[in-house]
């Protein structure tokens, strides 16, 4: 396999350019002049080949990255703990050191490319949002791609394109200031085939660097992604050792971890539902944590498999090594509904129950028109996720999900009403249901604090009957209107014996009962 040929002049030029960089956007956040003067004398003095803001690619860059910036870059103003799994109970995220769930609904997948992205992070936040997700894909109209484009329209993978990094950092800036956890994606497979490889700057066709027959690449794939037909995905010594495309894989990689590294809100997902070989999410876990630990930065990544069902061998790649993934991403089962959602949920939990970690769901599907599910099944499987112990939950982009449309914000709002009267942290699933009786299929869900808190899900009214037979006391009986955010009053009820629960109306509902 071919290499490129490139200068110690031109490796010297690119290392500096990382490090200089990331100098001037610390200097502008903290409006030090002597600092941001400093910067630019190494600019101009040391690193004199850098124009434009546009960074050259060395054939080591990948090794030396880590080497020249370890250390250097201290958290933005204002940034906390950074994110990492709750100590007291791992199931669910903390963030600046408190407890915290996850909640999100947004319009785009690759949200830093969007031109109305403050706002649209203001509509999350004054929901009750706190999470995004964040795919670094670039085929919609309007988006820029990780290379510079030359006036001839072809791509020059030795030089990297500031546009696209720097609305990356845009977006984390906005978001740690609105205390939002990004969860990144770093590679999505519908780049990469069909109409938006004909774009993709790592097509032969379409750069400078490397001819079909050097790269292994073709101009064209017309098979579902889902084939994992492109040899991109292939790269890593594990597998096709393409040491070629690689290279500049990591630089593309490296530059991001220049940028993320330095904010405490950011999760990292390998891929977009992969059917990729597990050496392939591996490779770059474990590259993502060894540059966060070079730089002494606490980090956590996953896999994003494409299996529906959340048991298969495939999802068993993430969730049988926490020594490498910190979380597991279960978005997939939200294809499921009914008790088949709830019950695989409760799988995972039991499965992972001897080393527990949160269990995020950044995508969940269902809209009235597309094809996962009408947006009631979005809504039902949004709550069944909460009271069952999910450490995120946020609807899917349209059309696939309801994004951050008036039911999504009605649910976020609910989600903060009734985390600010029970404490899904603290609360233990009824897994299989056994103490609520007279229950049709997907008729309630119950979670449960000990010392007398519960809280029942009902997706569509009804009626159920709560075992109390072991807990004495005055029950006080709050309703949640899912839709309206509000509570509603109930009677109080008392323990010790069966208590039947009837909703107010159809609809989505929530029964909360607190000991007086």
Do not use: C
């Amino acid at each position: 396999m071919p290499f490129a040929s490139i200068t110690d002049h031109r490796n010297i030029t690119f290392l500096i350019s990382l490090a200089v960089g990331a100098l001037l956007r610390r200097a502008a956040r903290a409006g030090g002049p002597l600092i941001l003067l400093f910067g630019l004398t190494i600019a101009g003095g040391i690193a004199g080949g850098i124009t434009g803001g546009i960074a050259t690619v060395p054939e080591d860059a990948g090794a030396a990255f880590g080497e020249l910036t370890a250390g250097v870059a201290p958290a933005p103003e204002g940034a906390g703990e950074p994110i990492r799994p709750h100590a007291a109970n791992p199931s669910y995220w903390e963030y600046e050191g408190r407890p915290v769930l996850l909640l999100g609904g947004s319009r785009e997948d690759n949200l830093f490319q969007i031109p109305d992205l403050q706002e649209h992070l203001d509509a999350l936040v004054a929901a009750g949002g706190n999470y995004v997700r964040n795919t670094m894909s670039s085929r919609d109209s309007g988006n820029v791609w990780p290379f510079h484009r030359r006036a001839d329209g072809r791509y020059d993978l030795d030089r990297l394109d500031d546009a696209y990094f720097e609305r990356f950092e845009r977006l984390l800036e906005l978001a740690v200031e609105r205390d939002v956890i990004v969860q990144v994606e770093l590679w999505d497979r519908f780049d990469f085939a069909r109409e938006p490889w004909l774009e993709n700057p790592y097509r032969p066709a379409n750069n400078v660097n490397y001819t079909v027959e050097e790269s292994g690449l073709e101009d064209d794939y017309q098979r579902h992604p889902n084939d994992n037909e492109n040899p991109f995905f292939r790269t890593i010594p594990e597998n096709d050792d393409n040491r070629l495309l690689l290279r500049y894989q990591q630089v593309q990689v490296d530059r991001l971890l220049e940028i993320s590294l330095e904010y405490p809100n950011v999760l990292y997902t390998m891929d977009n539902e992969t059917s990729g070989t597990p050496q392939w999410g591996a490779y770059w876990s474990d590259y993502i944590r060894r540059r966060a630990a070079e730089r002494e930065v606490e980090v956590y990544t996953t896999e994003m498999w494409d299996d529906w069902d959340i048991r298969s061998e495939q999802h068993r790649h993430t969730l049988d090594h926490p020594e490498r993934y910190g979380f597991a991403d279960i978005s997939q089962n939200n294809h499921n509904s009914s008790d088949q959602h709830w019950g695989n949920l409760q799988w995972v939990r039991r499965y992972t129950a001897d080393r527990p970690r949160p269990l995020n769901n950044v995508k969940i599907y269902g809209a009235d028109g597309g094809r996962f599910g009408t947006s009631r099944d979005g809504v039902e499987r949004f709550w069944r996720n909460l009271l069952g112990g999910a450490a995120s939950a946020r609807f899917h982009r349209p059309e696939s999900g309801i994004g951050l449309s008036g039911p999504a914000q009605a649910s976020l709002r609910s989600a903060r009403l009734l985390t600010e009267r029970f404490d899904l942290v603290e609360a233990t699933p009824d897994a299989e249901a056994s103490l609520l009786e007279n229950r049709e299929e997907n008729e309630a869900y119950l979670s449960r604090i000990p010392g007398g808190k519960y809280a029942v899900y009902f997706p569509d009214g009804g009626s159920v009957t709560l075992d109390l037979r072991e807990d004495t006391g005055t029950f006080e009986v709050q309703w949640l209107d899912v839709a309206g955010s509000e509570w509603r009053r109930g009677p109080h009820v008392e323990g010790l014996h069966p208590v039947e629960l009837q909703a107010p109306e159809a609809g989505h509902w929530i029964a909360v009962l607190t000991k007086s």
